[in-house]
């Protein structure tokens, strides 16, 4: 059993009874308990307390005890004491188990979590500094609340009176507990704060941190305050979501949302739970306001308070010249590693650097000259933002990870020594945030500590939780190192600091009044409060309604598919009804609504037949009348109809009765084979034992035929299932005739043996099999493709015509990848000979997540059946001169070689010598790790990859036996620094270093004097190097890069290399710890 446990306080292991005077023990036994009141002038909800409790007749214990509790964070916090049976080293024994528990009586506190640290005492009598303590640290919550020792004390030790631990059969014990405010319940932070906290996005704490910090920059409130935003976008606004943001903060009574705010930034959903570092959002952010600002009455407010400005230069020591450049800061990067505090990082941050040996400077008409240099201050702004670089790259790993060393930082920041001459002012800072990571290089929690007023009062901002703290809580346990009990605490330490010049103090701080709002942003955030409370009480109330989705006769109208209308694509008329309306009222109130009378209208509810089509069906409105319409509608969120109106041109008075017996609603649709487009033409009530050829008369008016013109009669059962109907039959002959079927007719004295869909049949087939699929270039990152109609049943070949005449390019120059659902990126290539249909291309089955189907292609420079016979490589050519020229594409068949891939690809470049030779390689981060012989087949070569191709040197060609080519990278101090382009040298064995040297140098074409600047090493691992001494001009053997192999095994990775140290010139910011860069969009 670990010393610090968890106690199981279930009834099963043992009773308590919480009365003031008597606790009763497992054996029903009294054992008398005194309670040590805790101060009654300390705060209900006050962040740290004293529990003390008083055992009596401790002797006569056997069952556990609970003290009285005090109130912590507005919490209940007790000693729980109990004799328990432990096992140690010398076997089972009697121990003092001592817990601290936290266990709310309410059921609202139920959810609570809350972590806090303790220090439990047992007291001595006799002498106080032998007082027996033991510390714990724990998230208590309800499944956990209580956290302590089984083993406090061994029991035997308690009694022993000569230990001073007992008096008169009683102990003392006390807890001092330190606690933050509990999360999972009311925790009323503007009450107990008057600041309120934010809502926490997903992953948006550490904005939460930034957010809170720069309202409290009163200064900063005030000039965003001011920012016109009269003529604003309410949605892309970044100074109006800012002025909302700090709107609310100041007024709002419960903690704020973000999200109107992110989204301002352009951002989605996916940026929200992707956590970022709070110093670049810092930086990006005020950025975009100080670009806003521009032309406005605060414009220049954000260098006023952020920018300082510091003197790069460099001083010769022994001829008078000095180089020196002025630079602005908005914050300053400080290293931690190996350093005790803000006051070391400084003095790091403008140590001299002497450059000497062959590192001198050029001087210009001095030459290269022995110099310092260095930074110095010249003005440090009046709000100071430290970034504390806690995040690190590690060699080792190959990542970043989070260095938690201890480091301090003082309340009061002096920093004079470190400017280059004294400002009107001395640099003297009060401590006004800090922003604390807790986690790892992977993820974690922000939370920020502020002295908003600058006077030395506490508060911790911890997403939608704000508390007051200690000053020690703030500063003192935040510098890291310490190694707590608690794994997550043990990673918890400053990333950022703000100071803010006490000479300023007063201004920046200045108080923010309604008057400084003006009455425009008032009355804009209370209309925006207003509305978003009426949409907050309907969502409330979205319980106690439901939709009724209202067709007419114009959506049929506009219809030209299978059944009456699409839904999902139709745009119905929507009521938002209450479920507890009758059916009757409901009618009433529809056709009000309408503008009709209630006799002109009749509601057909919109079902789904078996066959999956959906048509009108009746309801029998006497029966139903004093029902509620959300029974009517079977309880559905949503209840379809076909609102039934009476014609305006129709001279009766209401619609005519229908008789559900002896009638039934037949809808009408019109096929034109020439336009090849289906109508809908209306609807009528038929006795089911008319003939279909009565129903000839009509069907001719309404689309203006000739009386005597002969028609084709088809029932539309479902979209692949249309079937003739002998005019001569009976309208009840027809099967499962029902309510809602819809009759198609088309004109029988047409040629239609000539037309290319020419009946209704043929054209619901054509329509059944038309999809719309989209077409993209997989060549193109984030292509959103062209959306092309096309037919089901189309072989390969009519697809990629169809295609490559939208695309204006013969289909033959087209190559075609079904889709990768997971990803939805290119997949299989399709070949062109394949025997399969569109149907099977798209997977007809599954559709992607927007519900479109997607194919992808990529232009091709040689024909389809060429192209399939071969094997694609992506290479990047460099000349003879260690240039990247350009990307080459090369065709290779698949049983040929890398000699054939070469071949073909000397028709693509531009050479530089006149050997005209090349070499395939591949290289991955600057360095080269494979040389591919000539036989070699492509088809062990993976064509995902960007291979190299190399133009040969004429030193190259016809290798003696004791020469070899060994691979050179550049980098600078670290292996893992490597950039550039590496190439590969001819190795003379035991060849001088100076020879080496010399050969670069000339390849390279690097000046003599940038030439003297770079070093040497041997590289034999990604951790290993060398340094090679220029002193003793070291002889290098082929042995050193192939060992005992030989030549004929080039290096594994790339290792071991020849290493050429050097200034990346070129460098390439990288993006550290956070792999997503922080953007605004707007």
């Known amino acids: 059993m670990s010393d610090v446990e968890e106690m199981d306080t279930s009834p099963d292991n043992h009773a308590t009874d919480n009365s003031v005077d008597l606790v009763k023990d497992e054996n029903d036994e009294v054992v008398e308990a005194e309670v040590v009141e805790a101060d009654e002038e300390d705060n209900f909800c006050k962040p740290e307390g004293l529990v003390c409790f008083v055992i009596a007749g ?51 506190m139920q959810g609570y979590s809350c972590y806090a640290r303790a220090t439990i005492t047992l007291v001595n009598f006799v002498d106080p500094k032998n007082n027996h303590s033991r510390d714990i640290n724990h998230w208590f919550y309800n499944k956990e609340n209580d956290w302590g020792y089984g083993n406090f004390m061994a029991w035997q030790e308690v009694l022993d009176p000569s230990k001073g631990f007992i008096k008169d059969d009683n102990i003392e014990l006390q807890a001092h507990v330190v606690a933050d405010a509990p999360h999972g319940i009311n925790w009323d932070s503007k009450k107990h704060t008057g600041y309120v906290g934010m809502k926490n996005q997903g992953a948006t704490c550490y904005m939460s941190s930034l957010l809170q910090t720069l309202y409290c920059t009163n200064k900063l409130r005030k000039a965003v ?71 406005t009455i605060v414009e220049g407010t954000i260098p006023q308070l952020f ?22 800061f908005f914050d300053i990067q400080l290293n931690i590693k190996g350093k005790k505090n803000v006051h ?43 970034h504390l670089m806690r995040f690190q790259y590690d060699p080792i790993t190959d990542s970043n990870i989070k260095i938690n060393d201890r480091y301090e930082f003082p309340e009061h920041l002096k920093l004079d020594e470190f400017l280059k001459e004294p400002e009107s002012t001395p640099p003297h800072y009060t401590l006004h945030a800090v922003l604390v990571h807790s986690g790892d290089n992977y993820g974690g929690h922000y939370v920020a500590c502020l002295n908003p007023r600058g006077d030395g009062k506490w508060y911790k901002f911890d997403d939608d939780v704000v508390s007051k703290c200690l000053k020690r809580d703030a500063i003192d346990y935040n510098f890291g190192g310490v190694e707590d009990i ?38 804009r955030f209370e209309e925006e409060k207003r509305m978003d409370s009426i949409r907050r009480k309907e969502r409330n109330e979205a319980h106690l309604y439901f939709q009724v989705e209202v067709y007419v006769e114009g959506h049929f109208q506009a219809h030209v598919g299978t059944d009456l209308v699409l839904m999902g694509e139709a745009k119905p008329i929507c009521f938002k009804v209450s479920k507890s309306s009758t059916l009757q009222d409901f009618k009433i109130s529809l056709a009000k609504q309408m503008g009709f009378p209630a006799s002109h209208v009749r509601m057909w509810p919109l079902e789904k037949r078996n066959n999956n089509t959906i048509r009108p069906t009746p309801i029998e409105m006497a029966e139903n009348m004093g029902k509620s319409v959300f029974e009517c509608a079977d309880c559905r969120s949503s209840w379809p109809l076909f609102l039934e109106i009476l014609d305006p041109d129709s001279e009766a008075e209401c619609l005519s009765e229908y008789d559900f017996r002896s009638q039934v609603l037949l809808f009408y649709k019109y096929y034109d084979p ?49 079937e003739p109907i002998d005019p001569y039959k009976q309208l009840r002959q027809l099967e499962e005739i029902r309510d809602g079927d819809i009759i198609c007719f088309q004109r029988a004295d047409l040629p239609l043996d000539k037309m290319e869909v020419s009946t209704v049949q043929d054209y619901f087939r054509e329509l059944y099999n038309r999809v719309e699929v989209i077409f993209c270039d997989h060549t193109i990152l984030g292509d959103h493709g062209v959306a092309i109609p096309l037919n089901l049943r189309m072989n390969y070949v009519q697809m990629a015509k169809a295609v490559a005449q939208v695309l204006g390019i013969d289909w033959f120059y087209l190559q075609f990848f079904k889709p ?151 980098f600078n101090r670290e292996i893992h620094n490597a950039f550039g382009i590496p190439f590969l040298l001819p190795l003379n064995d035991g060849e001088l270093l100076s020879s080496i040297k010399s050969r670069v140098k000339k390849l390279l074409d690097i000046s003599d004097k940038e030439f003297e600047k770079y070093k040497f090493a041997i590289i034999s691992s990604p951790t290993q190097l060398e340094v090679l001494s220029d002193e003793k001009d070291d002889r290098l053997y082929v042995k ?19 290493g050429l140290d050097h200034i990346n010139r070129n460098p390439k910011r990288s993006r550290g710890v956070f792999e997503k860069a922080i953007k605004i969009h707007n």
């Not at 109990?82 to 009586?105: A, H, I, N, W, Y």
């Not at 790091?348 to 000259?369: F, I």
Request: with cysteine.
């Open 344 to 386: 070391e990082s400084f003095k790091d941050y403008v140590a001299v650097e002497m450059l000497d040996g062959e590192n001198k400077y050029d001087a210009e008409k001095y030459g290269l000259q022995e110099a310092k240099k260095g930074v110095i201050f010249i003005k440090f702004p009046p709000v100071l933002h430290l």
């Open 820 to 970: 990768n659902h997971s990803r939805t990126l290119p997949d299989v290539p399709i070949q062109h000979n394949t025997d399969g249909s569109l149907r099977d291309f798209i997977n007809w089955k599954f559709k992607h997540a927007d519900q479109n189907f997607y194919l992808y292609f990529q232009k091709l420079s040689i024909r389809i059946d060429e192209f399939e016979r071969k094997r694609v490589f992506r290479c990047t050519f460099v000349n003879s001169r260690i240039k990247e020229d350009k990307e080459v594409t090369v065709y290779v068949n698949k049983d040929g070689a890398v000699k054939d891939l070469l071949a073909e690809a000397a028709g693509h470049v531009d050479f530089t010598d006149t050997a005209k030779q090349l070499r395939l390689v591949e290289t991955i981060q600057h360095r080269i790790i494979a040389l591919y012989q000539a036989s070699l087949p492509v088809s062990e070569l993976s064509t995902h990859r960007v291979m190299r191709i190399d133009e040969i040197r004429p030193d190259e060609l016809n290798l003696k036996p004791d020469q070899a080519l060994i691979p050179v990278i550049h």
């Open 674 to 722: 020439h336009m090849q487009r289906i109508s809908y033409v209306g609807h009528t009530y038929e006795v089911i034992s008319r003939y279909f050829a009565e129903l000839m008369p009509f069907l001719r008016e309404k689309v203006g035929l000739s009386a005597n013109t002969p028609l084709l009669l088809y029932e539309e059962v479902k979209p692949n299932m249309i």
């Open 1040 to 1058: 050193y890069f192939y060992g005992d192999k030989g030549p004929a095994h080039f290096p594994q990775m790339g290792f071991p290399c020849f």
């Open 58 to 108: 401790l002797s006569k214990l056997t069952g556990s005890i609970l003290s009285q509790p005090t109130y912590i964070r507005g919490l209940p916090w007790r000693l729980l004491v109990m004799q328990r049976d432990v096992t140690t080293k010398e076997g089972r024994v009697k121990g003092l188990g001592v817990f601290v528990q936290c266990s709310p009586d309410s059921i609202e």
């Open 225 to 295: 305050y001011q920012m016109p935003t009269e003529n604003d976008d309410s949605v892309k606004s970044v100074p109006l979501a800012m002025q909302r943001i700090f709107y609310e903060l100041q007024y709002s009574d419960k903690a704020v949302g973000t999200k109107k705010l992110t989204k301002s930034f352009g951002w989605d959903t996916v940026d929200s739970f992707m956590q970022h570092d709070v110093q670049e959002l810092s930086r990006v952010l005020l950025d975009n306001l100080d670009d806003k600002m521009k032309g």
């Open 307 to 328: 920018e300082g400005k510091m003197e790069s230069y460099v001083r010769c020591t022994k001829v008078d010249y000095v180089s020196s450049r002025t630079e602005t």
């Open 486 to 523: 608690a794994v997550m605490r043990s990673c918890t330490s400053a990333y950022m600091l703000v100071y803010i010049r006490d000479s300023h103090i007063v201004d920046i701080l200045q108080e923010v009044s309604d008057s400084d709002i003006s009455e425009y942003l008032v009355k």
